[in-house]
């Protein structure tokens, strides 16, 4: 599972400790996203696309095969 948490999170000049503690998570879990070593919990990701105003199928997406 891929996302684009690094791309929002610049875009809304949030560090990666501001978005945790928006989220309720520590920054640690939003480096190992952003790396793509972690898939969040459904509600993590709702939380995350509710920060960005985005849907969750903007933030996440699977890579097409053959990439």
Known sequence: ???RIREYRARF???QDELAKKVQVRR????FLEKNKYNPSL????DL????GV?????????????
Request: zero cysteines; hydrophobic letters at 45%; glycine letters at 4%.
């Open 55 to 67: 849907k969750v199928d903007d933030l996440f997406f699977e890579e097409e095969q053959g990439q």
């Open 28 to 31: 640690e879990t939003i480096v």
């Open 1 to 3: 599972m891929n996302n």
């Open 49 to 52: 696309a509710k920060v960005f």
């Open 43 to 46: 509600q993590l990701a709702f």
């Open 13 to 15: 000049n949030l560090t």
